[in-house]
């Protein structure tokens, strides 16, 4: 699948999410969110999520929105946490980047997606794929992207 599709496909899912919560808090403004989505999906395709020194603050600022308005969002419409949101982002371009750059170890493509420390990399890739980065390279040898 491709970045493009994946994008396409998180948005399609935002707006259903959106449509679903019609009853959100009054002070959601409707407005407000699709401003955000769209700007999210900037900060996604420039890969700004890469960032490993910028807290919610700095990125709310980015997104042209406020820090509370920011956890609003993705308590209320994503359901999800920022920081769990994010990591999964990395987690996903990590994946990716463990096939596509063979040669890079596995310890720099923790850092180039976002992971500051090499142990949290190796945690949470192997809580949320299911096995450790090394093991997912390993068996995706022999595939095709």
Request: hydrophobic letters at 35%; a positive charge; aromatic letters at 12%.
């Amino acid at each position: 699948m491709g970045a493009g599709f994946k994008i396409y496909a998180m948005l399609s899912f935002l707006k259903y999410l959106f449509r679903k919560n019609d009853n959100l808090r009054p002070d959601l403004d409707k407005a407000e969110v699709r401003r955000l989505e769209k700007a999210l999906n900037r900060w996604v395709e420039e890969k700004r999520y890469r960032d490993c020194c910028i807290d919610r603050e700095e990125i709310a600022l980015q997104l042209n929105t406020s820090r509370a308005f920011l956890n609003i969002y993705f308590t209320q419409v994503l359901k999800v946490d920022f920081n769990t949101w994010r990591t999964r982002l990395r987690i996903e371009d990590a994946k990716k980047a463990l096939i596509d750059h063979r040669e890079l170890p596995i310890n720099l493509v923790g850092e180039m997606v976002g992971f500051s420390d090499r142990s949290n990399f190796h945690r949470q890739f192997t809580k949320i794929v299911g096995c450790s980065p090394r093991q997912w390279r390993d068996s995706t040898e022999n595939c095709s992207h």
